[in-house]
T-cell receptor, first 112, second 116 residues
Framework: GQQVMQIPQYQHVQEGEDFTTYCNSSTTLSNIQWYKQRPGGHPVFLIQLVKSGEVKKQKRLTFQFGEAKKNSSLHITATQTTDVGTYFCAGGMTGGYQKVTFGTGTKLQVIP | NAGVMQNPRHLVRRRGQEARLRCSPMKGHSHVYWYRQLPEEGLKFMVYLQKENIIDESGMPKERFSAEFPKEGPSILRIQQVVRGDSAAYFC??????????????FGEGSRLTVL
């Protein structure tokens, strides 16, 4: 079955440093979604990318979808303590219906 | 517009008892997904349902677990004869469309099951 892996599993950064998490799918995706889960909370949708090579920005966050639609990345510039949480990518596959497979997640800790 | 509502938020059961978790999707959403999350782990897909239909239950254990989404009322995830390994957070998510949907999933706050 489809697998979606993320690296790194954990990342500690000093406040102000940049952070990147990478997402790789074993199969070609229809779209990629990104979610953030705060400690003790629930996943919250951040963004969706659909087109090959697409890049989207949300303030300090930059999301990319690979040309082959099998990988994606999330880059945070100048991290803040409010960025703490686990970031999940979720690969969407259309084959009758949209099945979303979540990645393994990257847990970000920001040291003030 | 209320979000996805899950209850109970916390549930404690002894081994062998039954756990029932409920999920009311957002208004206007007819597609429900259940995910399980073990501590410090990712979200594992369990089942996808539409009203009165199970579309994909490929992530559900074959025994003891069942799910439904009746015409009226919330979706229910039922775990019979719980074991300690069932202790986890169970998240429900809803979406307005399922087939060829390219939209986001709206998650509830989860039900945290502890099996003693």
């Amino acid at each position: 079955g489809q697998q979606v892996m993320q690296i790194p599993q954990y990342q500690h950064v000093q406040e102000g440093e940049d952070f990147t998490t990478y997402c790789n799918s074993s199969t070609t995706l229809s779209n990629i979604q990104w979610y953030k889960q705060r400690p003790g909370g629930h996943p919250v949708f951040l963004i969706q990318l659909v087109k090959s090579g697409e890049v989207k920005k949300q303030k300090r966050l930059t999301f990319q979808f690979g040309e082959a639609k099998k990988n994606s990345s999330l880059h945070i510039t100048a991290t803040q303590t409010t960025d703490v949480g686990t970031y999940f990518c979720a690969g969407g596959m259309t084959g009758g219906y949209q099945k979303v497979t979540f990645g393994t997640g990257t847990k970000l800790q920001v040291i003030p | 517009n209320a979000g996805v509502m899950q209850n109970p938020r916390h549930l404690v059961r002894r081994r062998g008892q039954e756990a029932r978790l409920r999920c009311s999707p957002m208004k206007g959403h007819s597609h429900v997904y259940w995910y399980r999350q073990l501590p410090e782990e990712g979200l594992k897909f369990m089942v996808y349902l539409q009203k009165e239909n199970i579309i994909d239950e490929s992530g559900m254990p074959k025994e003891r677990f069942s799910a439904e989404f009746p015409k009226e009322g919330p979706s229910i995830l039922r775990i019979q004869q719980v074991v300690r390994g069932d202790s986890a957070a169970y998240f429900c998510a809803s979406s307005p469309t399922g087939v060829l949907n390219t939209g986001e999933l709206f998650f509830g706050e989860g039900s945290r099951l502890t099996v003693l």
